[in-house]
């Protein structure tokens, strides 16, 4: 089963998802990942990791590390060497993080149609997969007026989002352990 | 009136003419001045005139309330600007409140409240 699950920041969307995705693969007896989005860039990032990857410790997760073309996950490696498996069950959080990564280049570009992109190759990843928990933040009521970039962005995110609720079997919004199912 | 909300991009014009069986030559758009066209089924983009009327030194609510019966049976779609961070520009500020104000009017008056998530809709007054 795919789902998606957003709300706002800080929420506990990422406990929640863990724990969806974690019994899903003790009842399917399927191998569990943990799809690593960050891509660290200073020593502030790097401690993040290390204190998200303690925070899995003992969830039964393999990382398996993708900042960018998220398909390539399916034919890869986890950290620790193992081959992935299509038909197991799939953490993605974030989205949101992925289009960072897929929008913002390390070149200092920008790529204006990532968001277009990165929705057909979700929902390449949720058909492929049909047991991914994808994990996306709502950023969408600001009262701002934002620059191009940032608009830009929370647009693409929301197509994102829209695409992924569409093809998902089940859409949760969590709001500080309220959870509401819209299907 | 039903009123329709959801944050920036959440698909909440489709998700109206699709459940409610109309196109786009039945919505009014709102431009950024305080008065409304009330020639349309719908009225999209509520916050706009909210911002005009912010601009011009009306309250947005009060404006509603003079519409009054001619409301009755419209579709009013507005974002929701109401969970971010508090603007530091004033005419922002502003603008933040008196849409909540004019929302909290029209969620009142509605028969039917839907919030729009991610393209999907939750009745919340029905």
């Not at chain 1, 569990?32 to 790097?46: F, G, H, K, Q, V």
């Not at chain 1, 990382?63 to 060497?81: H, K, M, P, W, Y």
């Not at chain 1, 057909?120 to 996306?136: P, Q, Y």
């Not at chain 2, 029209?106 to 007054?125: N, V, Y």
Request: net charge negative.
């Amino acid at each position: 089963m795919n789902i998606f699950i957003s709300g706002g920041c800080k929420n506990g969307k990422s406990y929640y998802a863990q724990e969806l995705a974690r019994d899903m693969s003790r009842e399917k007896s399927l191998p569990l990942y943990y799809l690593a989005t960050m891509i660290p860039c200073d020593e502030e990032d790097r401690a993040r990791i290390r204190r998200h990857l303690s925070e899995r410790d003992g969830w039964g997760f393999e990382t398996v590390e993708q900042g960018r073309n998220i398909c390539d996950a399916l034919g890869g490696f986890t950290l620790s060497g193992s081959k992935v498996s299509p038909e197991g069950v799939f953490l993605l959080d974030s989205v949101t993080a992925l289009l960072s990564n897929e929008m913002f280049l390390p070149d200092g570009t920008v790529d204006g149609n990532a968001g277009e992109r990165l929705a057909k190759e979700l929902r390449e990843f949720a058909d492929r997969t049909g047991n991914t928990v994808f994990v996306s933040d709502y950023i969408y009521s600001d009262a701002q007026l934002f620059d191009e970039y940032t608009e830009n962005y929370r647009k693409s995110l929301a197509l994102i989002d829209r695409t992924l609720a569409a093809v998902c079997d089940q859409v949760i919004e969590v709001s500080y352990g309220f959870k509401y199912l819209y299907k | 009136m039903i009123l329709i909300f959801g944050g920036a991009y959440q698909g909440k014009l489709e998700y109206a003419l699709k459940n409610f069986g109309l196109d786009e030559s039945d919505v009014y758009h709102c431009e950024e001045k305080g008065t409304l066209d009330l020639s349309h089924k719908v009225i999209y983009g509520l916050e706009r005139f909210v911002l005009g009327c912010v601009r011009e030194g009306k309250e947005a609510k009060d404006l509603l309330l003079e519409y009054g019966e001619a409301l009755e049976d419209k579709i009013i779609i507005v974002t929701d600007i109401s969970q971010g961070v508090v603007p530091i520009d004033p005419e922002l500020r502003s603008w933040r409140e008196m849409t909540g104000r004019a929302m909290l009017y029209l969620g009142s008056k509605a028969e039917k409240t839907i919030r729009i998530f991610c393209g999907l809709g939750q009745e919340i007054k029905c």
